[in-house]
């Protein structure tokens, strides 16, 4: 949802709720799980002196949260929905209270047909209450609803057999959970901004998934359709499944 130069592209928010929209005419419920404060943040306040990276990621996504969400509100309401925020830290994911109010609040956001956004809190996500990235809060949010499928979208077709930028490099359609196919992955972390993630991450993740019986694809988000695609059987994006 962000380009290279660190911004948040509004027509990729509004075709990722456009295709919610369409799914919730056919009574397919989605989860949205969505990165992009960190960004939205310094896009308002610009450079930083704050020296201490743990501490610039709060301020910065304390600023960006409220943005993200004004405009998800924003979109949803032009597609005559409504969407919720979900803040998280990876503690809350721990058996106990916590767990079974957020979990409870799941299920009630949706029997009032709102759509949850859910992001990391990361206000005060620092050290063990922090998630690895947004991948792994996805899983663990697929996992507690019991969702269906998971749809992990990232900036490229999905996994490739070799450097994306290969001209033998083709898409990985499938990937068995036992399947080591780590070393097709190279370190290209573009630097953007704070983003954590990366392919390693959501190969990980995605088989984690798919252990716990959710059928996971990883695909693009920044093409049109991929998420109706997927939903309607087409072959898009690297499925991972037991
Ligand atoms: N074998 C591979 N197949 C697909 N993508 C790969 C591969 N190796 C490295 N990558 C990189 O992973 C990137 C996707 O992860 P990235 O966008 O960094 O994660 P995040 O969405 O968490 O920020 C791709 O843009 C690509 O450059
Ligand atoms: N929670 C942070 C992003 C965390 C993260 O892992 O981002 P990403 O690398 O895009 O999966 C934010 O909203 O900016």
């Not at 949205?32 to 943040?41: E, K, T």
């Not at 949260?65 to 919720?84: E, S, T």
């Not at 996500?125 to 019991?146: G, R």
């Not at 995605?206 to 939903?231: F, V, W």
Request: net charge negative; with cysteine; proline share 3%.
């Amino acid at each position: 949802m962000t380009n290279r130069d660190n911004r948040i592209v509004r027509p990729v928010l509004d075709r990722l709720v456009k295709q919610i929209a369409e799914l919730y005419e056919r009574d397919i419920i989605t989860v949205l799980v969505s990165s992009g404060s960190v960004i939205a943040g310094m896009e308002v306040l610009g450079h930083s002196d704050i020296k201490d990276k743990a501490s610039r990621r709060q301020v910065y996504s304390a600023i960006g949260q409220p943005r993200m969400m004004r405009l998800y509100y924003n979109i949803f309401h032009d597609y005559g929905m409504k969407c919720a925020q979900v803040l998280p830290t990876k503690n809350d994911f721990d058996p106990g209270e916590h767990r079974r109010n957020m979990k409870n609040c799941y299920e009630n956001l949706l029997s009032e047909g709102v759509i949850p956004i859910a992001n990391e809190d990361d206000t005060v996500s620092l050290s063990h209450a922090m998630f690895s990235d947004n991948d792994e809060l996805a899983c663990l949010i697929a996992e507690m609803i019991d969702a269906d499928k998971l749809i992990i979208l990232t900036d490229i077709d999905g996994l490739y057999d070799g450097h994306p930028d290969a001209d033998d490099s083709s898409l990985v359609e499938e990937v068995g959970i036992n399947e080591n196919v780590n070393h097709f992955i190279s370190d290209t972390k573009k630097g953007e901004a704070e983003g954590r993630g990366g392919m390693l991450s959501k190969l990980n993740y995605a088989k984690q998934s798919a252990r716990k019986n959710i059928p996971t694809i990883i695909a693009n988000g920044k093409s049109e359709n991929t998420i109706i695609d997927i939903i309607d059987g087409k072959a898009v994006g690297t499925k991972v499944e037991i």
